[in-house]
């Protein structure tokens, strides 16, 4: 099976690609499974783009394409939420509104976006800080969001922030920041949550996908068996990528599974 579960449409503020066609591009690719997440930020800092979700339209249109495609591929909903330590009440608020409104996710990320009013995707984050400061700053951020929110399956692409450093990885190991991050997977692992393995880094020209392979072999390491795949697509042509180079990784790592879900509930898949 392929199953990518990290995926964004137009209905997130920061792709153009419609719907329609993102599941026309899986369909060609020979997807079985595909979940939409789109971006869900609150207090995102950036005027130029919207991070908000119409969460009634999203779901009218996912089960348009539900009805539509059947099972080729077969869709579900998911969200990427946007986390800041401030947040944790606000996200949860909005979750159960939601449901209470009838929209029931079946998969949700947690993502770390925003480090101290700043994206790493912006130069401004990069001003006043070299690298490794500034990756150290990110995580601290990262395991205080973990510590304020507990409504989310995975974590997505842990190391985010190396994808936009000015000097790529160069300055990014498991090594440089292992008490950071085994205070992070471990404290994922006593929540019971999962991370992805995020083929974005390679698209965004790393040499590895994010999260690297040494915190993906040291999540195994801990425990960790919940694992998604996803290419963090905002253009077609993403969909999917590199995913056999990411089920090759995820062996060498010790994974003998990968995971989907539906309806919140964890569903492992040979690879």
């Known amino acids: 099976m392929t199953a990518d579960y990290h995926l ?15 599941v026309r591009t899986a369909f060609e690719k020979g997807l079985d499974l595909m979940c939409f997440t789109e971006h869900f930020d609150p207090d995102y800092p950036y005027p130029d783009v919207s991070m908000e979700l119409d969460v009634s339209a999203y779901f009218s249109e996912m089960r348009r394409l539900q009805n539509l495609f059947g099972s080729h591929p077969e869709i579900r909903i998911g969200a990427e939420l946007g986390i800041q330590p401030h947040l944790g009440t606000f996200l949860q608020n909005w979750l159960t509104a939601c449901e209470a409104d009838g929209f029931h996710f079946d ?7 925003i480090a101290d009013r700043l994206d ?3 130069p401004d984050f990069w001003h006043s800080r070299n690298t490794r400061q500034a990756v150290g700053r990110f995580l601290d951020i990262t395991l205080e969001n973990i510590r304020s929110f507990d409504n989310f399956d995975v974590y997505g692409h842990l190391d985010y922030i190396v994808r936009y450093a ?31 393995i995020n083929t974005g880094g390679w698209k965004a020209g790393l040499a590895e996908p994010n999260p690297c392979r040494d915190v993906l ?7 960790g068996e919940i694992i998604t795949m996803g290419s963090d697509a905002h253009t077609p042509e993403y969909i999917g990528y590199r995913f056999e180079d990411a089920k090759e990784l995820l062996r060498y790592c010790g994974f003998r599974y990968f995971t989907v879900f539906r309806e919140r509930k964890a569903e492992f898949i040979s690879l």
């Open 8 to 22: 964004h449409s137009s209905f997130s503020g920061d792709s153009e690609t419609c719907p329609e066609t993102a």
């Open 107 to 113: 998969f949700l990320i947690a993502s770390t976006h």
């Open 120 to 122: 790493p995707y912006y």
């Open 166 to 196: 000015p000097e790529q990885e160069r300055f990014f190991s498991y090594s440089a920041h292992a008490e950071q991050i085994d205070a992070i997977l471990r404290l994922l692992l006593d929540k019971g949550k999962g991370i992805e």
């Open 217 to 223: 072999r040291r999540y195994r390491e801990l425990g």
